[in-house]
């Protein structure tokens, strides 16, 4: 057990470090800058991913994360450009106000489950693409565009984060702040799955009829479980729009939704690390492929089905098939 | 003093078909009462209607005088009316150690923010259900399979831990859906055994059974259905000797009864 837990921390390490100072480290040696933009899409996108993840946790197929980021990116930029909010505050504006539709639409939908809750997800997707397409504060399909750039962050005169446009590096910035957002969002998914509400969540995936015999509240549940993955998914949206500087309906659309839900099939629904793993994965892989030209899509979709044959339950359950035998 | 359990007049209606039919019996703190009667006689419909898992059609069900009927299932599971499944469920990919430590939901003190941060009352509430759990296995005999995962499970142990999980809940009333079927007589006596031992802890049972036997064996009063009435009440010895249930059970044909 306790030497379980040394190697947890030491792997915690390993991680950190080489987000924070091995990979700023090669890249300045090798000077392929473009890798920051690369690295910071896979953090954002798998902080989106983990909400999927964890409504994969209670049971749901969840298609319809592209329209919380897509509506966590117009909040951020519209409070950005028309009321003139700092960044800093929009982010959490927008994960809070993507929980609360969440809530909203979560009342009705939550009672469905399998491909039926999947189909209206996959619905919602398409629904948020139109309405920001329809509606008269998001522009149309201009969309919003020369969001400026983040300005500082500072709480008692203490600069916690510097004014973007005054950065030579932006760059660094941008994947600086992408993988502090990561950590926190996955050291906190870590947390909740591992402590009771995890549990809960699990009893929830497993059996509803029965959680609600043991007294578990499952409608509200579940309503917690998709706000909170709709938070992940809104600040998600918001962070992209920021470097983007701008947002289009088609921003995000049915296809990142699915790749979203691919992102956890790929990394492992069992592990809390999994949609990190898989997001990485897939981004790279699709990048790499890149060179095949026309092909590209058919390898990396037989690729897919390949993996997700050989690996059911996951790239990660390579590891951990083996960990757990040395544990018991 | 009043009933524990009172149920009022209830009826349930599924489109055409009636599934139960204004029944009404109370149930006395403390005992073992057996609700019986030939398959689709709307056993199982009436254990849902007391949990809420149903809504009545007309009729209610009351509990140390409270209105149960027609809640939400988990609300009615909070006051102490907790029901197993005739179909086994427990939670399939948990230990049988982590069903009972899920199971313990309702007496956690603190609250899920809590857990999140590892609060004092949380961790103390972790520590509490790991021992609990481990108490109630041993009560029922399942300490031996603590670690394993629950599908793996035979037959037996399936049933004996959805009863682990109830008592988890720490129930005033347990209710339990035909829980010897599909066992053979010796699993069934076992099982009648641990029951009982419920039962001694000072918990109140209901349960719907097939096997005549063990019911006969178990029960301290019998109710009767058929066709979604009730036809009879009392003793096992009243049961045995009254004419309505022999009419009854003989025009069903069937087989198992053993009266
Ligand atoms: N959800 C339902 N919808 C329609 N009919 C049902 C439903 N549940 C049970 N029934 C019907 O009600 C009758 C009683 O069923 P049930 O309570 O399961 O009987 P028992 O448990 O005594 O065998 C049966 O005829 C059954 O088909
Ligand atoms: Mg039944």
Partial sequence: MNTFKINQLIGVAIFLFSVFVAVPYAI??????????????????????????????????????????????????????????????????????????????????????????????LVLTEVSRLTMLALPITNGAKGIVSIPLPGALSIFGLTLIPDFSMLKNDKLAFYY???????????????????????????????????????????????????????????????????????????????????????????????????????????????????????????????????????????????????????? | MNPLLQVKNVTKKFGGLTANRDVSFDVEEKEILSVIGPNGAGKSTLFKMITSFLSTTSGEVFFKGEKISNLSPHLVARKGVVRTFQETTIFKSMTTHENVIVAQHLRAKATLAGYFFGTKAAREDVKKFSGTADEILE????????????????????????????????????????????????????????????????VTVLLVEHDMSAVMAISDRIVVLNFGEKIAEGTPKEIQNNEKVIEAYLGSEDITIGI
């Avoid at chain 1, 992408?178 to 995936?205: D, E, K, P, T, W």
């Avoid at chain 1, 999994?274 to 790279?284: I, K, N, R, S, V």
Wanted: aromatic share 12%; with cysteine.
């Fill in chain 2, 139 to 202: 009560f029922l005999g399942l300490d031996d399979i603590r670690d394993e995962i629950a599908s793996n499970l035979p037959q037996g142990h399936l049933r004996a831990l959805g009863i682990a999980i109830g008592l988890a809940t720490n129930p005033t009333i347990l209710l339990l859906d035909e829980p010897f079927a599909g066992m053979n007589h010796d699993e069934t006596m076992h099982t009648v055994g641990l029951v009982r031992k419920v039962r001694d802890s000072g």
């Fill in chain 1, 177 to 328: 702040v992408a993988c502090v957002l990561m950590v926190i969002c996955f050291a906190g998914m870590y947390r909740l799955v591992n402590s009771r509400f995890g549990h809960l969540c699990r009893s929830l995936q497993q059996n509803e009829e029965l959680a609600s015999s043991i007294g578990v509240n499952i409608a509200y549940l579940r309503i917690v479980v998709f706000a909170i993955s709709s938070f992940l998914g809104g600040i998600g949206g918001a962070m992209f729009v920021a470097i983007s500087q701008s947002i289009y309906p088609s921003s995000f659309q049915v296809s990142d939704s699915i790749n979203f839900m691919l992102n956890c099939f790929l990394g492992g629904l069992g592990y809390v690390f999994g949609p990190m793993l898989g997001t990485l994965t897939l981004y790279f892989g699709w990048s790499l492929l890149f060179e095949l030209g026309k092909y590209q899509l058919l390898i990396y979709s037989s690729l897919l089905i390949f993996l997700m044959l050989v690996l059911p339950n996951g790239l990660l359950s390579i590891r951990f098939s083996k960990m757990k035998g040395v544990q018991k």
């Fill in chain 1, 28 to 121: 300045a040696a090798s000077g392929r800058w473009d890798f920051y933009y690369t690295l910071t899409s896979v953090a954002l996108l798998s902080i989106a991913s983990a909400g999927v993840w964890l409504t994969f946790y209670i049971g749901r197929i969840n298609i319809g994360q592209g329209a919380f980021a897509l509506i966590g990116g117009y909040v951020s930029a519209i409070l950005v450009t028309k009321a003139g909010l700092s960044f800093w505050l929009t982010l959490p504006l927008a994960g809070l106000f993507c929980a609360f539709i969440a809530v909203l639409i979560g009342l009705p939908i939550l009672r469905l489950r399998g491909v039926y809750f999947a189909m209206v997800t």
